[in-house]
């Protein structure tokens, strides 16, 4: 939605805030209270350059996304509340990456019906139409609770999540899908997504119930096509196992939020260790090079949902690599396809065979630094920390 947020501020004094100046720094983490004047100054300067850059990225909206020697590249956007289709829209997305369905059971104190599921899942592919809608089946657990449905693990994240529940609860995951191919009839632009596939068998199960709910409703006389069925690569088994799910899958989706803190050993929500979690680590770099090498082995296309998609620091080199879809929040599209517009895929591949052969994550962003300086982009990467 573009308001700075700061998360996992655990040690901040709320009740002593109230009615005290803040400064609230999203881009490094930070929140300031009453600052001296001369603090107000440097974050007033970047307000102001910020707003200049999104209003001069809005002449952007309607060019293709594409790098100076025409490589093409789809920017989408991951979505959750009809407000960010909106915005998506305004911004020039052409399609969705990726629909968090679990956001409409989170704003719900029962699980929705089918019927209600088919109203909002269509109001999204509505507003789409004709470009793709990528749903997500439910992805509940670790982080993501529903109040109405309650699991106690003592660590979740390795626990019951994502297809695990809903392959022990096929009533959730076929009402679900029901709904979703439901709501596609005559539209035609639904694509199905996997969440924590960590092994071939859940990918192939959950295949089957779809092909089931499919052929029920095509019994029950509805009009409509089989969507492609992706899967979401953010465990990682998956990274080595990308071929095989490649072969049976229609498209993947890197979730790198995931990925990140399963490959560091990171969890993503805790802010002792949040300065560990490296989007840009070595090892996360690697792994999602292999994933894009495994897939397109196997013909099938492959794009990035998790956050790292809309980090314009992290765009050439997902360009690089051969990602065929970025999908991102609507706030940074315009940002990636600024950068993405700005380079030839040479200069791209050129940058990311140099940061493979680097050990670490300080050294890589130098490297990037010193490219989106040569390129004249630097006012793309993260305004620096005042002194
Ligand atoms: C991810 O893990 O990168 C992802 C897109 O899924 P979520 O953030 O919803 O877990
Ligand atoms: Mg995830």
Not at 191 to 204: A, K
Request: hydrophobic share 40%.
């Amino acid at each position: 939605m573009g308001i700075p947020t700061v998360m996992g501020a655990v040690d901040l004094p709320y009740t002593k805030l109230d009615g005290r100046e803040l400064i609230v720094d999203g881009y490094h983490g930070s929140v300031y209270s009453d600052p001296s004047p001369g603090l107000k100054a440097h974050y007033q300067d970047i307000v102001e350059e910020d707003l200049q850059l999104v209003a001069g990225l809005e002449q952007l909206k309607d060019l293709p996304c594409e790098t100076l020697d025409k490589h093409r590249v789809a920017l989408w956007v991951n979505t959750g509340l009809m407000a960010d289709a909106m915005l998506s829209l305004e911004r020039g997305a052409e399609g969705v990456g990726l629909y968090r369905t679990e956001v409409p059971f989170m704003l719900r104190d029962r699980f929705p019906s089918e019927e209600e599921q088919r109203l909002v899942y269509r109001e999204q592919l509505q507003a789409f139409a004709p470009h793709p809608v990528t749903m997500r089946t439910l992805d509940i657990g670790g982080d993501k609770s529903l109040p109405y449905f309650p699991i106690s693990e003592d660590n979740p994240f390795l626990g019951w999540r994502g297809i695990r529940i809903t392959l022990d609860h096929p009533e959730i995951f076929l009402s679900q899908v029901r709904a979703m191919l439901k709501a596609s009839e005559d539209l035609d632009n639904l694509r199905i997504l996997l969440p924590m596939i960590s092994s071939i068998p859940e990918l192939e199960v959950a295949q089957m119930l779809i092909y089931r709910a499919f052929d029920e409703l095509l019994d029950e006389g509805y009009n409509i096509q089989m969507p492609p069925i992706g899967v979401m690569v953010e465990v990682p088994s998956a990274v080595y196992q990308a071929r095989e799910l490649a072969a049976r899958a229609d498209f993947l989706s890197v979730g790198s939020n995931d990925l990140t803190q399963y490959l560091l050993a990171v969890d993503r929500n805790n802010a002792r260790v949040a300065d560990l979690y490296h989007s840009l680590h070595p090892a996360v770099l690697r792994a999602l090079n292999t994933v894009v090498r495994e897939s397109h082995s196997q013909g099938v296309p492959v794009g990035i949902c998790g956050e790292l998609a809309g980090d314009p620091s992290a765009a050439m080199l997902l360009v690089a690599m051969g990602f065929d879809v970025l999908s991102m929040n609507a706030t940074n599209l315009l940002k990636v396809k600024s950068v993405i517009r700005c380079i030839t895929l040479e200069r791209a591949e050129k940058l990311l065979a140099e940061v493979m052969t680097l050990p670490d994550t300080e050294s890589i962003n130098r490297c990037i630094e010193t490219t989106f300086e040569a390129c004249g982009l630097t006012r793309l990467l993260k305004p620096k920390l005042p002194e």
